[in-house]
C-alpha cells in the first residue's frame, strides 16, 4: 500500500475553505483574508461542542454519544462571520 501526502497549496485551502463556509455565506475575499492570516492553521470551529461538554461533564460523554437512547447530539448552526473566524484563529495560536 502506498501513502499519500497531501500538502495543500494556497488555492487548495482556499477551495476547501470555500466549500467549509458556504453555508455560512463567508464571502469569497473573507475566505482568502483568512487562509492568508493563519496559513498553517486547521480551521475548526467548536464553540456548540464546548457548549455541549461543558452542559453533560467530560465524565458523561461516553454513555451520552455510545449507544445512547438519545440518539447524536444535535448541534445549533452556528452564525459564521470573518471576525468570528479571525477570532477562533487567533485564539488557537
Known sequence: ME??????TREDRIGV???IFRIDKIKDEDI???????????IVYDDEV???VEGLGVEKISKRLVNSREGPPVFEQPEM??????EYGKSAQ
Open 3 to 8: 501513502k499519500f501526502y497531501w500538502a495543500p
Open 17 to 19: 475553505c470555500k466549500g
Open 32 to 42: 482568502v483574508t483568512l487562509v492568508d492570516q493563519f496559513p498553517g492553521q486547521s
Open 50 to 52: 464546548r457548549k455541549f
Open 81 to 86: 462571520t470573518l471576525e468570528k473566524l479571525m
